[in-house]
């Protein structure tokens, strides 16, 4: 089972842009799809995004679309997302998760490995 961790949250002012990162432990990270998944106080966890394990198809929850990019490097055990015009809605706990395809991250199928979550904050 792969292990991952989550990189760069923070406070963030509303309008400005942050980075978080997931590394993963496994040689075997290029047969994992990966995907961000988030939980604000009071609110079910929610997905954010999914990419294939190529690195080629993404999905993107509809609250996200145009203002976040998830990408991947497969040699160095990473999947990235890239959050601009950030709104203090986004404020949550973000989740980085690996699943069998980006698909199945998407629709709710539970994810093989979750890592333990990065607060991202964003302020008014």
């Known amino acids: 089972q792969v292990q991952l961790g989550e990189s760069g949250g923070g406070l963030v002012q509303a309008g400005g842009s942050l980075r978080l990162s997931c590394a993963a432990s496994?040689?075997?990270?290029?047969?994992?799809?990966m995907g961000w998944f988030r939980e604000a106080p009071g609110k079910e966890r929610e997905f954010v995004a999914a990419?294939?394990?190529?690195?080629?198809?993404?999905y993107y929850g509809d609250s996200v679309k145009g203002r976040f990019t998830l990408s991947r490097d497969n040699a160095k055990n990473t999947a990235d997302l890239q959050m601009n015009s950030l709104k203090p809605e986004d404020t949550a706990v973000y989740y980085c998760?690996?699943?069998?395809?980006?698909?199945?991250?998407?629709?709710?199928?539970?994810?093989?490995?979750w890592g333990q979550g990065t607060q991202v904050t964003v302020s008014s």
């Open positions: 998760a690996a699943g069998l395809t980006a698909v199945r991250l998407q629709i709710g199928v539970k994810p093989d490995s």
């Open positions: 496994a040689r075997t990270f290029s047969n994992y799809a």
């Open positions: 990419i294939s394990r190529s690195g080629g198809t993404t």
